[in-house]
T-cell receptor, first 118, second 114 residues
Framework: GAGVSQSPSNKVTEKGKDVELRCDPI?????LYWYRQSLGQGLEFLIY????????KSGLPSDRFSAERTGGSVSTLTIQRTQQEDSAVYLC?????FGGGTGANVLTFGAGSRLTVL | AQSVAQPEDQVNVAEGNPLTVKCTYS??????LFWYVQYPNRGLQFLLK??????LVKGSYGFEAEFNKSQTSFHLKKPSALVSDSALYFC????????????FGKGTRLHILP
């Protein structure tokens, strides 16, 4: 597609419920990132997929968080047993990670999924 | 592991004055460096990047940034600020020599005063 698509744009859930957030990156982009943006916390790295390599999960805040990327394209971020501190905007971004072109390493962000845990 | 610091939570500048938003970084190898901007109620947009070559990088909307290896800095600058430059600015880094992730600083909110 022309841009990075994320769904849902807004999600309100009750504490303890599971949620799934979806990211559809730009076609052909090998790198896909998930970040979390909370008030006053900047952009917190969560997980990074690059091609067929094992993902870098070092930013996931707890084992309640997981993500997968199927077929090198669409990614799903799953949060189990949501807590109020999980409330944030979850941002997905993709890039053509390698190569000397002007677009290499430049992240294109989706509009984000705003999660509110009551 | 790489890291990025933006020491100022907020910067206030009068319209027409030059502006600087500070960024320092730490990587084990050589860096790729980036600036992104987030306007109110809008998504994050790429401004400019340093990959190699000239230390002074020019980007969108009249912004530029200077890579200083000895000071491990990549400050964002603009000669004359506009009210429309008011936004949240993020510095980011990736280690060039590793298949590593891009990480961001905490952001600096820029207020341009009319």
């Amino acid at each position: 597609g022309a841009g990075v698509s994320q769904s849902p744009s807004n999600k309100v859930t009750e504490k303890g419920k599971d949620v799934e957030l979806r990211c559809d990156p730009i076609s052909g982009h090998t790198a896909l990132y998930w970040y979390r943006q909370s008030l006053g916390q900047g952009l917190e790295f969560l997980i990074y997929f690059q091609g067929n390599s094992a993902p870098d999960k070092s930013g996931l805040p707890s084992d309640r968080f997981s993500a997968e990327r199927t077929g090198g394209s669409v990614s799903t971020l799953t949060i189990q047993r949501t807590q109020q501190e999980d409330s944030a905007v979850y941002l997905c971004a993709s890039s053509a990670h390698f190569g000397g072109g002007t677009g290499a390493n430049v992240l294109t962000f989706g509009a984000g999924s705003r999660l509110t845990v009551l | 592991a790489q890291s990025v610091a933006q020491p100022e939570d907020q910067v206030n500048v009068a319209e027409g004055n030059p502006l600087t938003v500070k960024c320092t970084y730490s990587v084990s190898g050589n860096p790729y460096l980036f600036w992104y901007v987030q306007y109110p109620n809008r998504g994050l947009q790429f401004l400019l990047k340093y990959i190699t070559g000239d230390n002074l990088v020019k980007g969108s909307y009249g912004f530029e940034a200077e890579f200083n290896k000895s000071q491990t800095s990549f400050h964002l600058k603009k000669p004359s600020a506009l009210v429309s430059d008011s936004a949240l600015y993020f510095c980011a880094v990736r280690d060039k020599n590793r298949d590593d992730k891009i990480i961001f600083g905490k952001g600096t909110r820029l207020h341009i005063l009319p």
